[in-house]
T-cell receptor
Framework: SQTIHQWPATLVQPVGSPLSLECTVE??????LYWYRQAAGRGLQLLFY??????ISSEVPQNLSASRPQDRQFILSSKKLLLSDSGFYLC?????????????FGDGTRLSIL | GNSVTQMEGPVTLSEEAFLTINCTYT??????LFWYVQYPGEGLQLLLK?????DKGSNKGFEATYRKETTSFHLEKGSVQVSDSAVYFC????????????FGGGTRVLVKP
């Protein structure tokens, strides 16, 4: 069966510090991968998605970037965090090549910027 | 573009009450529809799905029917439990939009004993 792992679960960082959140998927090949942000009490905003190694699409202009160095690894980064980067970050995967497939989510990383 | 609209919460119920969460959508193509549930401090879990008109998705006592004529996918449960307290998200996936999910804003449900 497929599993998705995100870490860390919780992170407190000062403004201006760098960020690296990692997501890995097991049990499937060439998944579609997604990063979402959920602000407190709000819905989900798609930040990035990837259909393959090195292929990243950005949905909104922002202070963050994403990379996919390996087939089942998706990394969310920032060089200098802003207060507005606080939120709950969720990674998700879906099966490749098929239409209208559900996405499966990790447990999320709660990021607080001080 | 695609959009999903859900009723705003919070919805507060007593245990064993009937729950309905309304969801309507607009889409350019022929979407699949989903309900996700998010328990406190956790990620989203797929609750149920429907891929074409008149399909009924069901899981854990929850049901939702894909109504193309009213562009709706309302979530229902006949008798809620305290453990159903969570945030519920309606979402659609549209091939015309690259299979990306479009989410509603979420509805918080609180079930009191």
């Amino acid at each position: 069966s497929q599993t998705i792992h995100q870490w860390p679960a919780t992170l407190v960082q000062p403004v201006g510090s760098p960020l690296s959140l990692e997501c890995t998927v097991e049990g499937t090949s060439n998944p579609n991968l997604y990063w979402y942000r959920q602000a407190a009490g709000r819905g989900l905003q798609l930040l990035f998605y990837s259909v393959g190694i090195g292929q990243i699409s950005s949905e909104v202009p922002q202070n963050l970037s994403a990379s996919r160095p390996q087939d089942r690894q998706f990394i969310l980064s920032s060089k200098k965090l802003l207060l507005s980067d606080s939120g709950f970050y969720l990674c998700a995967w879906s099966r490749p090549g098929l239409t209208n497939q559900p996405q499966h989510f990790g447990d999320g990383t709660r990021l607080s910027i001080l | 573009g695609n959009s999903v609209t859900q009723m705003e919460g919070p919805v507060t119920l007593s245990e064993e009450a009937f729950l309905t969460i309304n969801c309507t959508y607009t889409a350019t193509g022929y979407p699949s529809l989903f309900w996700y549930v998010q328990y406190p401090g956790e990620g989203l879990q797929l609750l149920l799905k429907a891929t074409k008109a008149d399909d009924k998705g069901s899981n854990k006592g929850f049901e939702a029917t894909y109504r193309k004529e009213t562009t709706s996918f309302h979530l229902e449960k006949g008798s809620v439990q305290v453990s159903d307290s969570a945030v519920y998200f309606c979402a659609l996936s549209d091939r015309a939009a690259g299979n990306k999910l479009t989410f509603g804003g979420g509805t918080r449900v609180l079930v009191k004993p």
